[in-house]
């Protein structure tokens, strides 16, 4: 098969796949589009990178995830896909995890970093696994279990000062470009 | 919460996640099908597009590579240099493998970069950008075929160099495949790319002391090295760093082949314009370095516990380093001051002072000093705003400025004027900031860090910040270049829209200049050509380092994604008569 055939045969296989990452993400059916042209364009020009079997689908949420952050960089620090992603609404004090309306939880989403944000929703939206987080980030398994600990551990406290549930939220975090842009190779 | 709620939680976040894919679940298949076709042919078309104008480029004169006149004499004089490279080797190298002596590289002829490497889907699809309307003297143009890299310095006028990371993969910690060194003769029109010695990891960015001599720090092999090159790139030197004092993370290079560094055991910081290893709020425990290009090292221990991050020698004895406290930088509202080390007499001795509170020198600041009284430096000051007034509807229990809480210290007077204006811009940015439209966004706790820059005109011993342009809402600053005492220019980006025809708002570089010692700066602006795609990853990012080695030259680097198809390079020409 010649190049453009794998390439067709990659994007077939894979066009659900990352179209659904990117609804999760927020984007409306044009931007996920978008979000996959341009993926793949990405791809066409590395296509001797892509690794066979099931890395591949991997390769391409880090291509479509490094496309994403670029989009998100060029606004503002909080931005406007962010709060489309997540609207929230009112909430109530409440207590118990249960409890907790979607939408609260949607809000303590959005309230994290984009890397936090993404770390869990790779795990709970397209339902890898830490050690794939890893590929699909670019870090190891044991970094990528470290992001993902943080993570949960930073929405839950953030939902928990949200619920006025025991602990305050401590402040920030130190506020790095790591937060907010992809490292440029260098 | 404890880990079993935290596993609750997630699966909570998988209702959210499941909810979205119920709504997109009444997309039929054959609708899915249609839109997937249509994403495959545009993908297929600019992808053919692309390659089409590759091919029927013409190429240039000078990207034409000589062929050797002599493949034969050429080969049997590279296995001789093997052998005797490898009886070298053996002379040198331990046991283990490690160095214990210098080594140097063969020469190299080096291989024009072309536009298939760099620039040629730029030029093709987007024709020459000019960056004009500049509110200073000369004119800002784009050069479409430049270096990949990202840490540009130009030791003088003609002579530009740069150093790039080769990687398997477009993404983070991707395996490290190899290290071009770019040399330009002609202020960074035309580059030649050379290799750097092969399993050479760098530490530091390239730092040029005059107009052939380059060097950078790094490991080999694993062990912390300094790479130098005489001859701009054509071989290079491999000298091992004295042990006990871990790997160089900035370096400092002066006409005459002496540098100074910044060496640290907690090391490394990588070589891109945001150093990444070494965490912020860490003390660094740094130790300066002078060396003559690695043939001699002489080394002095800063205090224990210190966190300087930048070194600028302007002489083989005049040396400025500045870090934060890392003891007391751990919060975004910290307002600790920041440390001063200054030295006349090559490194030997070290008079401390502090930078005005609530500026905060970190890993990502650019110092440059354009003599050993007049030094610049980018840093960052918290600024508190308002949100938007949609965002209040979130109830969210930090939204207002009041909350936010001070780690430590109160700014300076000086900085907190700076602070003032800086939050009146964005708070009336936000003002008429509208839910679904361009630059609306909530943040909590609603304050940013924004690029600042500070001067002194003393050597260090006072500093005052300096009030950038009204125009940059919230800049972030990458580069900085002070090639006279009244003359600097800062580069990086910006969240303002610009002028982009389609209505974009990818493209946010951002160029300022003084040419008053820093008392008025006034901004570059860009007018972007009709044709101009909407959506350009390479210039998403705005603008990477800056070198002006005089004051009426500069070159820059654009930046982009890793796995962007080019990256832009800026350079500016002011005639003699207009400087």
């Known amino acids: ?186 | 919460m404890s880990d079993q709620l935290q596993d609750e939680l997630l699966k909570r976040v998988r209702d959210i996640v499941n909810l979205v894919d119920m709504d997109t679940a009444n997309d039929s298949s054959e609708v899915e099908s249609l839109r997937a076709l249509g994403v495959i042919a545009r993908v297929m078309a600019n992808v053919q597009r692309e390659e089409a104008s590759r091919r029927t480029m013409k190429r240039p004169n000078w990207q034409t590579v000589r062929r050797p006149r002599g493949r034969v004499v050429a080969t049997v004089s590279v296995a001789i240099a093997l052998v005797l490279l490898a009886g070298v080797l053996v002379s040198i190298m331990g046991d283990n493998g490690r160095l214990n002596s210098p080594i140097t590289t063969s020469w190299q002829s080096g291989k024009a970069l072309n536009a298939k490497q760099a620039g040629a889907t730029v030029l093709s699809r987007h024709g020459t950008w000019m960056l004009a309307d500049n509110s200073l003297s000369g004119t800002w143009q784009q050069v479409p075929v430049g270096p990949p890299g990202t840490g540009v310095t130009c030791p003088t006028a003609s002579a530009c160099y740069e150093m790039e990371k080769i990687t398997a993969a477009p993404v983070e910690n991707s395996p490290l495949l190899s290290v071009s060194f770019y040399a330009s003769t002609d202020g960074g029109v035309i580059w030649t790319q050379f290799t750097m010695p092969n399993g050479f990891s760098p530490t530091t960015l390239l730092s040029c002391g005059s107009g052939s001599d380059c060097d950078a720090g790094g490991t080999y092999n694993g062990q912390s090295v300094l790479v130098s090159t005489t001859n701009a790139g054509h071989s290079f030197n491999v000298a091992p760093l004295p042990s006990a004092v871990g790997t160089l993370f900035s370096l400092s290079c002066t006409s005459g082949q002496i540098c100074g560094g910044l060496t640290s055991e907690k090391g490394p910081i990588s070589a891109k314009y945001h150093p990444d290893s070494l965490e912020f709020s860490q003390a660094t425990d740094a130790t300066f370095l002078l060396t003559n290009d690695g043939s001699t090292f002489t080394s002095t221990a800063f205090a224990s516990g210190n966190s300087l991050w930048t070194l600028e020698c302007t002489s083989s004895t005049d040396c400025v380093a500045l870090g934060d406290q890392a003891s007391q930088s751990a919060g975004t509202t910290d307002w600790a001051e920041g440390i001063v080390e200054t030295s006349h007499d090559g490194g030997s001795t070290w008079t401390s002072a502090t930078l005005p509170s609530g500026f905060t020198v970190s890993p990502r600041s650019v110092l440059s000093c354009a003599d050993d009284l007049h030094c610049s430096v980018s840093g960052q000051i918290s600024v508190p705003f308002d949100n938007p007034p949609a965002c209040a509807t979130m109830n969210h229990p930090s939204n207002a400025p009041t909350s936010i809480p001070v780690t430590s210290g109160v700014p300076s007077a000086a900085v907190a004027a700076i602070v003032q204006f800086e939050s009146s811009l964005i708070t009336s940015a936000n003002l008429q900031a509208k839910p679904n439209t361009e630059g609306f966004g909530c943040s909590w706790p609603p304050v940013d860090p924004v690029s600042d820059i500070m001067s002194t005109s003393d050597g260090g011993t006072t500093w005052t910040p300096e009030q950038l342009p009204s125009s940059v809402e919230a800049p972030v600053l990458n580069g900085l270049s002070c090639p006279s005492d009244n003359d600097c220019w800062a580069s990086g980006y910006d969240e303002t829209v610009q002028r982009v025809p389609g209505g974009s708002d990818s493209i946010e570089s951002v160029l300022l200049g003084t040419t008053d010692g820093g008392a008025t700066w006034s901004t570059v602006t860009f007018n972007v050509p009709p044709g101009t795609p909407s959506s350009e990853s390479a210039f998403g990012d705005g603008i990477g380092r800056i070198s002006c080695p005089t004051t009426n030259v500069c070159a820059a680097n654009g930046v982009g994604m890793a796995d962007a198809a080019s990256l832009p390079f800026y350079r500016l020409a002011i005639p003699n008569s207009a400087s």
């Open chain 1, 1 to 186: 098969m010649d190049k453009e055939s794998r390439f067709r045969a990659l994007f077939s296989e894979n066009y659900r796949q990352l179209a659904r990452y990117g609804r999760h993400r927020g984007l409306n059916a044009e931007e996920a589009d978008d979000l996959i042209a341009n993926t793949f364009e990405v791809v066409w020009r590395r296509f001797e990178s892509v690794p066979d079997g099931d890395g591949a689908v991997l390769w391409l949420y880090g291509i479509a995830f490094n496309q994403l952050r670029n989009l998100r960089r060029s606004k503002r620090r909080q931005t406007r896909l962010a709060a489309r992603i997540l609207p929230v609404t009112s909430m109530s004090d409440q207590s118990e995890l249960s409890d907790i309306p979607l939408e609260a939880i949607r809000a303590a989403l959005q309230a994290l970093s984009f890397d936090d944000r993404e770390v869990i929703l790779l795990v709970a939206g397209e339902g890898l696994s830490a050690d794939e987080v890893g590929v699909v980030l670019g870090c190891g398994g044991a970094t990528a279990r470290s992001r993902l600990h943080r993570a949960r551990k930073r929405l839950a406290t953030i939902l928990e000062e949200d619920h006025k549930v025991q602990r305050p939220r401590p402040f920030g975090h130190v506020p790095n470009e790591d937060d907010e842009t992809t490292e440029v190779s260098g």
